[in-house]
């Protein structure tokens, strides 16, 4: 017996795809693609988008993190010409 007011299963996967082909044709999107496209080609962009995940994730799970947030802004300042 279906409960009231949960939407179908089908619906809801209909409406996701909708949603999915509005996301595809933004401009942010398409502007992603882009980014993500030359990403791939560069491989030394890799690198250190990799090491600036590593460092920024180190950071975070710090036991004693820097109050003032500088050891962030060392880190931007680090990598700021890849950002």
Excluded at 31 to 46: F, H
Excluded at 61 to 71: L, M, W
């Amino acid at each position: 017996m279906p409960v009231k007011d949960i939407p179908d299963h089908n619906d809801v996967k209909k409406e996701a795809e909708k949603l999915s082909g509005l996301i595809c044709r933004t401009e942010e999107y398409k502007e992603y693609q882009e980014a993500l496209a030359s990403l791939r080609e560069r491989k030394e962009l890799r690198i250190s988008l990799n090491d600036f995940r590593r460092e920024s994730l180190e950071l975070q799970i710090q036991k004693d993190p820097d109050q003032d947030g500088q050891d962030v802004l060392d880190l931007f300042q680090k990598y700021h010409e890849m950002l």
